[in-house]
């Protein structure tokens, strides 16, 4: 039988029971943040474009072909739109191209926001929405993995297993981001898959950080202790227990990152260590158009379409990643608790 002392509410709750009544709270505060309902919104509407990228920038050339395409058709069908949509061709991930002007060609009827060494700039930026999303993905999936594990043993086991990872990730510290990332893919070469290698190999460092600090804290509590006396082997106690007590500073940083990769493909891109040349993506766009980010003398804003469309792109997608990473840091922050 329980008892209720004068003064008591009533029992107190129990670890889960808290860490649910937790989340809850960690939830109302997100859904009632007017930052994270724009940054939403942005997001969505970039997937939005992602999934309808074969109807808002209709497949050309090889690409029809690749899909298996008739003369007659505008827009592909329901199998070569899956097919599109799931399992794209190489080919249709190229910007089809018009000619070789030497100038960009402003916004005309068959290419709604302007050409760009004969580039359809509309097409490489719908299209370049799904690389963005391909190459945040593909690397948050790598990092995550990487830097939780690492975060995981470094803090949970400690000792000697820490000392040696802590160390080798202040070698990783030590160099500038964005130095290690361009010699690095200096030495892959260019090219995507180079550039989630590179952006894998620096990132995973911030997000082991993150993770060890928080199993430190975490380590220490009742319920770990409690898990611990009921016989839980260690692997059991330190995954089942510790770590998604973890996910709530690595999710806001994993949003944050999200949102920065795409300028950091950019500007190896803009250095000409990015994508193939004519590869559907935002900084191979802004790469096509450094040679016109300043027009002609007396006429400064002539080529004014070229920076303007990728750029915005890019300066959107990564408020959105922003705003949302913030509301869910201050949502986390257990100082609001």
């Not at 009632?32 to 970039?46: D, E, K, M, V």
């Not at 029809?64 to 008739?70: E, K, N, P």
């Not at 960009?104 to 068959?110: I, K, L, N, S």
């Not at 922003?322 to 840091?329: E, K, V, W, Y």
Request: hydrophobic share 50%; proline share 8%; aromatic share 8%.
């Amino acid at each position: 039988m329980s008892h209720v002392t004068a003064g008591d509410s009533g029992p107190t709750p129990g670890p889960q029971a808290a860490r649910e009544a937790g989340a809850r709270g960690q939830l109302r505060r997100l859904q009632r943040s007017l930052p994270a309902q724009f940054g939403a919104l942005l997001i969505g509407l970039f997937v939005l474009v992602t999934v309808l990228a074969p109807v808002l920038a209709p497949p050309q050339g090889n690409c029809r072909r690749a899909l298996g395409m008739s003369a007659e058709q505008t827009v592909p069908g329901p199998a070569a739109y899956l097919r599109e949509l799931l399992l794209t061709p190489e080919a249709c991930l190229q910007m089809p191209r018009q000619g070789f002007a030497a100038q960009p060609t402003p916004p005309a009827p068959d290419a709604s926001l302007g050409r760009v060494g004969g580039y359809d700039i509309r097409y490489g930026l719908v299209w370049g929405t799904r690389t963005a999303f391909f190459l945040g993905v593909t690397v948050l999936a790598i990092t995550l993995s990487i830097g939780s594990l690492v975060g995981l043993i470094a803090g949970f086991y400690g000792g000697l297993a820490d000392t040696l990872l802590m160390r080798f990730t202040d070698v990783i510290f030590a160099f500038p981001a964005l130095v290690l990332m361009l010699v690095l893919v200096a030495a892959l070469g260019p090219g995507l898959q180079n550039i989630i290698i590179a952006l894998s190999l620096v990132s995973w460092a911030a997000l082991a950080r993150v993770v060890r600090s928080e199993v430190l804290r975490l380590r220490e509590l009742e319920f770990v202790a409690a898990a611990q006396s009921l016989g839980a082997s260690p692997g059991r106690v330190a995954l089942r227990h510790v770590l998604p007590g973890a996910t709530g500073p690595l999710l806001s940083l994993a949003v944050l990152e999200m949102g920065a990769l795409p300028i950091v493909a950019g500007a190896l891109s803009f250095l000409g260590l990015g994508t193939p040349l004519g590869f559907a993506d935002w900084g191979q766009l802004i790469a096509l158009a450094q040679k016109w980010i300043q027009g002609p003398p007396g006429e400064p804003f002539a080529y004014w379409y070229v920076t303007l469309f990728p750029g915005l792109c890019i300066v959107l997608y990564s408020v959105a990643w922003n705003l949302l990473g913030d509301a869910l840091s201050e949502a986390f922050d257990p100082r609001n608790r």
